[in-house]
Nanobody
């Protein structure tokens, strides 16, 4: 099993920045692609960004391109989401996810492709 714990959420004014972290523990050698998703009240959980194990493949939702950056440190079993120029519409609970599909080489944009999920961290952007 793999456990994922997110941190770094909080309240920030529009235009500000936050950096989310997701630390993995347990059978971390099983982790391949990782991703960040978000869910606003009354809405579906949607992809924000994803990264392959080598970080050679990245995916960003159109709504965050140019503002958010996903990265990972495999030695620390941690994935990050740097969020700049935040907008009120970025307000949501942000979830980290990990894929354990052996040999997966690409960033995965669909939530059905992930096997493990964190509990989420709240990000609130005030106008």
């Amino acid at each position: 099993q793999v456990q994922l714990v997110e941190s770094g959420g909080g309240l920030v004014q529009a235009g500000g920045s936050l950096r989310l972290s997701c630390a993995a523990s347990g059978r971390t050698f099983n982790i391949y692609a990782m991703g960040w998703f978000r869910q606003a009240p009354g809405k579906e959980r949607d992809i924000v960004a994803a990264i392959s194990r080598s970080a050679g493949s990245l995916y960003y939702a159109d709504s965050v391109k140019g503002r958010f950056t996903i990265s990972r440190d495999n030695a620390k079993n941690t994935v990050y989401l740097q969020m700049n120029s935040l907008k009120p519409e970025d307000t949501a609970v942000y979830y980290c996810a990990a894929d354990s599909n052996i040999g997966s080489q690409y960033a995965l944009p669909r939530k059905s492709e992930y096997d493990y999920w964190g509990q989420g961290t709240q990000v609130t952007v005030s106008s």
